[in-house]
């Protein structure tokens, strides 16, 4: 794992450093680098400790050179006001998850249902060649991925009845973030999605504008969204991971020993993040019980109703898409 993270790591930096070495007109010898970085998460959930772990390493092996700033519950905005403010230098860091394919549409991949077996596949395929590409992608739109991280395996809650098979989907108004991928499973899938902000989700799911919604069991517990559900349905339809996204020129503009404190804690964060992910499921699981049905889906069958989404990539996306798809699910072995 070290050795892909070193390898990612090192690509990055190469590419950062083909045009000579960058002099920082923003960093003064006596003042540390302030770097602010926002998220949607709500307290407790898995984005607020990914971020504050970050803080303190990044803290702790620049020597106070480096202030992070960490600014959670939606408080730089949404997902995809945070990274156009990015885009834009008007925010230095984001980590958006959801939103990155209505964005950068070859990223679509992250949608496509089971793709990923569990998060040991997830470093096999996105901490090396794919992870590299997916960085090109974004580069020539004013991002650089720091590291993955994690939103995680997304399960559906829902109020009208437990979700078996996709029939069980039929008519049930279902949350999605604002990624047309997204959408477009659910409703190949049988369900009548609509698109929202995180924030907005549980006061529609209490006044009934909605039936239920689709996250990680972090997002579902921390935002408590058991106060407002009936039943939870594990599915693990989709792992979608967290992109910790700094703005191009603004790393460009720090001292290259700088550029690797942040990139060696971003990869070292990401380590983090799936370990705690995958301990956070278990022990939520059990707070869940508590107060809604829980239920395992057939999963067979939603693989055989979203077999077109399979097709359909490939073609959209033509040989990117397609080496992207299969360099993913040969790291599955």
Not at 277 to 294: C, F, H, P, T, Y
Not at 295 to 300: P, T
């Amino acid at each position: 794992m070290r050795k892909k993270n070193f390898l990612f790591i090192a690509l990055i930096l190469g590419i950062l450093m083909i045009g000579g070495p960058f002099v920082s007109s923003i960093v003064a010898a006596d003042k540390p680098i302030i770097v602010r970085l926002g998220h949607v998460g709500f307290t407790g959930s898995l984005f607020e400790k990914t971020a504050n772990y970050f803080e303190k390493l990044v803290e702790a092996r620049s020597q106070g050179k480096v202030d992070i700033r960490v600014f959670g519950a939606s408080q730089m905005g949404k997902d995809k006001e945070m990274m156009q403010a990015v885009r834009l230098g008007n925010l230095e860091m984001c980590l958006p998850s959801t939103v990155v394919p209505a964005v950068a549409p070859i990223f679509g991949f992250q949608e496509l249902p089971f793709l990923f077996k569990n998060r040991k596949h997830v470093e096999r395929a996105l901490l090396g060649p794919v992870g590299w590409k997916l960085n090109d992608v974004l580069k020539g739109k004013g991002y650089i991925i720091l590291g993955f991280w994690e939103n995680g395996f997304r399960k559906i809650t829902n109020n009208a009845r437990p979700i078996n098979t996709p029939q069980d989907l039929k008519g049930i108004k279902l949350r999605t973030p604002k990624s047309p991928a997204r959408v477009r499973l659910f409703k190949t899938l049988g369900a009548n999605p609509t698109s929202m902000s995180f924030k907005e989700v549980f006061s529609a799911l209490q006044q009934g504008v909605i039936d239920g919604q689709e996250n990680p069991m972090a997002q579902i517990m921390s935002a408590k969204f058991y106060e407002v559900q009936k039943y939870l349905s594990i599915s693990n339809h989709v792992y979608t991971p967290g992109y910790a996204l700094i703005g191009k020129k603004f790393l460009e503009g720090l001292p290259p020993e700088i550029q690797y404190t942040l990139k060696i804690a971003a990869a070292d964060t990401g380590n983090y993040a799936r370990r705690t992910g995958q301990r956070m499921d278990r022990e939520l699981m059990k707070e869940a019980e508590k107060s809604m049905k829980i239920n395992k889906i057939d999963r067979k069958a939603f693989m055989t109703a979203s077999k077109s989404l399979y097709d359909a990539y490939p073609k959209e996306f033509g040989a990117d898409g397609k080496w992207i798809l299969d360099h993913i699910m040969k790291a599955a072995k």
